[in-house]
C-alpha cells in the first residue's frame, strides 16, 4: 500500500553523484522524493525535499519521515580510493546504513529498500562473475558493503520487506570525481596532459551512468518482489588499455598515454560480469554506448572551460587476460577458469 497517491522515495547520499542524477531524472509528478544529505538544503525546497543530516543520525531518520515507500540507500563515505582500506570509515557508513533501515522500516512503513553493493564484495575472483560467485571482499568497503546486505537482508526477511542489493561494476559519466579513472582520463586528454597508467590490460566494461538510473527506476516501479541480489553491469567488456585508446579517439587528443606504470601493482583485476538475472527480472539493458557516454563528456567538460591544471595522481593496475581484447556477454562461458560462471 501506498504512503500517498504517489510513491514516496527516500533517498541518501541525494548530493553524490548516483543521487545528483537519479533524482534530476526521477518524475516529480510521479513520486514524492525526500533527499536526505548533510549539504544545507536549498530554498526551493518541495519536491523533491531536502533534509539536512548527519550520517551519524541516520537513527533518527524516521522523525523527518511519516510514511516511506521505498528507501534508496547511497550514502556512503568510504568508497574513495583512499578509504577502500580504511576499518574505521567503512564500518561507520555500514552503521549507518542498518540503523536508517531499521528505523524506517519501525517508524515509517517502509517496504522497499534498495542497495547499491560493489564488485567489491566479491574480491579479486580472477575470474568472471554472476550472482553465484562466492564472496571475498578483501577491502573494507567490500567487506562492509557486504555486511550491510546481510544483516539488512535478515531485518528485512523477519519484516515482511523486500530488499534489493544491485552490485555494480565501474560506473561512470561527466560530472564524476576526476579521482575515477575514467574522469582522470577523460578530464587530461581534454588538456592534452600527458597520463600514466597501468598496462591496462585486465578485461573491464563501463555502465553510463544515465543506464543505471534507469535501472533503480526499473526496480522502485517493478510490480512484483524486488528481493535478491543482482549485479548491474554493461554487457560489453574490453581490454581497459582498448577503452583508454577510445576516450583518446573521442576526444581527439594529443596526449601521451604512458602504459605500464606500476603504481598500486597487483590490485587491479579484470572484472567480467557474465549473469543476466537483472536483465530479464526487470526488462532492462544498458543504452549509452561508450562512444556516446564519452562524446557527452568531452561536450561537459568543454562546457566548463576544463582545460586547465595537470592532474598529478597516476593510475595502475595489473591484470591478465592479455590475450583477449573485446567480448560481450555470454561469449565467454566456459573459455575462462574453467567455466566458473556457466
Given amino acids: 500500500m501506498k504512503c500517498d497517491d504517489k510513491k514516496t522515495i527516500v533517498i541518501t547520499g ?10 534530476e531524472t526521477l518524475d516529480k509528478d510521479k513520486y514524492n ?17 531536502y533534509i539536512t543530516l548527519e550520517v551519524a543520525d541516520y537513527d533518527r531518520i524516521s522523525q523527518h519521515i511519516l510514511c516511506c515507500d521505498v528507501f534508496i540507500h547511497l550514502a556512503w563515505i568510504g568508497n574513495k580510493k583512499e578509504l577502500l582500506d580504511d576499518e574505521k570509515t567503512n564500518r561507520t557508513s555500514y552503521e549507518a546504513g542498518l540503523a536508517a533501515i531499521n528505523n524506517l522500516i519501525e517508524h515509517s512503513r517502509c517496504h522497499r529498500v534498495i542497495l547499491p553493493g560493489s564488485y567489491y564484495e566479491y574480491g579479486d575472483t580472477g575470474c568472471p562473475i554472476d550472482e553465484n560467485t562466492p564472496v571475498e571482499p578483501v577491502n573494507a568497503y567490500g567487506k562492509y558493503k557486504l555486511k550491510l546486505y546481510e544483516e539488512a537482508s535478515d531485518l528485512c526477511d523477519r ?10 561494476f565501474s560506473v561512470y559519466g561527466d560530472d564524476d570525481s576526476t579521482d ?5 582520463c577523460m578530464s587530461n586528454m581534454i588538456r ?12 573491464h566494461s563501463f555502465l553510463h551512468i544515465d543506464d543505471l538510473v534507469d535501472a533503480i527506476i526499473a526496480v522502485i516501479d517493478y510490480p512484483g518482489d524486488i528481493s535478491g541480489v543482482y549485479n548491474v553491469s554493461s554487457d560489453t567488456h574490453m581490454q581497459l588499455k582498448s577503452f583508454v585508446r577510445q576516450m583518446k579517439d573521442i576526444t581527439g587528443s594529443k596526449s601521451r598515454i604512458q ?11 579484470h572484472r567480467i560480469m557474465l549473469s543476466g538475472n537483472f536483465q530479464d527480472k526487470f526488462d532492462w539493458f544498458p543504452r549509452v554506448l561508450f562512444s556516446e557516454g564519452g562524446k557527452r563528456t568531452m561536450e ?8 586547465g591544471g595537470v592532474e598529478s595522481s597516476s593510475y595502475a593496475a595489473s591484470g591478465c587476460f592479455e590475450g583477449l581484447s573485446y567480448i560481450r556477454f555470454g561469449s565467454i562461458k566456459n573459455r575462462i577458469c574453467g567455466g566458473l560462471a556457466a
Avoid: W
Wanted: aromatic share 10%; charged share 20%.
Fill in 14 to 23: 541525494a548530493n553524490g553523484f548516483i543521487g545528483r542524477h537519479l533524482i
Fill in 33 to 49: 522524493i525526500f533527499a536526505i544529505t548533510r549539504q544545507k538544503a536549498p530554498e526551493c525546497n518541495i519536491n523533491p525535499k
Fill in 159 to 168: 519484516k515482511g520487506v523486500e530488499l534489493a542489493e544491485l552490485r555494480l
Fill in 180 to 184: 575515477k579513472f575514467y574522469n582522470y
Fill in 192 to 203: 592534452n596532459n600527458a597520463l600514466s597508467v597501468s598496462s591496462c590490460t585486465q578485461m
Fill in 259 to 269: 602504459f605500464g606504470n606500476n603504481i598500486a601493482s597487483g590490485k587491479g583485476r
Fill in 300 to 307: 561537459y567538460y568543454i562546457s566548463r572551460n576544463d582545460r
